[in-house]
């Protein structure tokens, strides 16, 4: 179905909504396949640039998985992600950064526990490799923060909780333009790497109390970094 190219003062945000309506509407099926990136450009009447920074954001709520190589694949679990945001986002418009900080604060510090008492080997390797390409991207950070969310998801996956990956996952979306913001600022990176690894070690060590403290502490510098960037 062909669509208007969009305005000029919409398009990364037009391309974005243009998505998740062809995901919405079926048109792309869970765990089918975007169509190229040029096709893209030229059926929203935007630049290439426009389209990679729209996948981007999207992949970092969990929404499209970008394969190097292979192209741009939709989530198995897009529909639920979709439902999830939009159900939330209803309902969660006159929430401040910091309210959101503060909820995700008590469920990723609940997923880090839950992942220290349940996560197997196989969850163990997939933190370990997210944390990873955190480490190689620390001069890129669009890849540095979608490999972040891959460490966060890796690590709610492990919790075996499917309901509380759902509300991390918006609640990460909600935040994603200031995620975005604080990755850029000077030191955030390497701290956030060490903070995490401190996560990873409880839970490869299954210390459900060790991986609460690294949470909490996680979560208090983010919650600093965002008090700070409001003043």
């Known amino acids: 179905m062909p669509i208007a190219p969009l305005t000029r003062d919409t398009l990364t945000d037009g391309v974005i909504r243009e998505l998740q309506r062809m995901i919405a509407a ?24 426009t389209v990679r920074e729209a996948i981007k954001a999207l992949a970092l709520v969990g929404l499209l ?25 209803s309902r969660l418009q006159e929430l401040d950064a910091i309210q959101l900080c503060e909820a995700r604060q008590l469920i990723e510090v609940g997923l880090s526990v839950m992942a220290a008492q349940r996560a197997t080997a196989e969850d163990i390797a997939g933190i370990e490799s997210a944390l990873q390409r955190m480490e190689e991207n620390l001069h890129d950070d669009q890849a540095f923060a979608a490999a972040d969310l891959e460490f966060h998801l890796a690590v709610a996956r492990a919790a075996r909780n499917r309901l509380l990956e759902r509300f991390y996952q918006v609640s990460r979306e909600l935040l994603a333009e200031t995620t975005q913001y604080l990755v850029a600022l000077p030191q955030v990176k390497e701290h956030s790497i060490q903070l995490q690894r401190e ?23 983010l919650g600093q970094l965002i008090a700070g960037s409001r003043e």
């Not at 079926?26 to 640039?49: C, I």
């Not at 970008?66 to 986002?89: E, F, K, N, Y």
């Not at 996560?199 to 510098?221: F, V």
């Open 26 to 49: 079926g048109e792309v099926e869970p765990g089918g396949w975007l169509p190229p990136q040029p096709e893209l450009a030229q059926r929203f009447g935007v630049g290439l640039s």
């Open 65 to 89: 998985i970008p394969q190097p190589g292979r192209g741009t694949q939709v989530s198995p679990d897009a529909p639920a992600i979709l439902d999830t945001s939009t159900l939330v986002r």
């Open 199 to 221: 996560i990873l070690n409880a839970i490869k060590a299954g210390d459900p109390e060790a991986a609460r403290r690294a949470a909490e502490r996680h979560m208090a510098y």
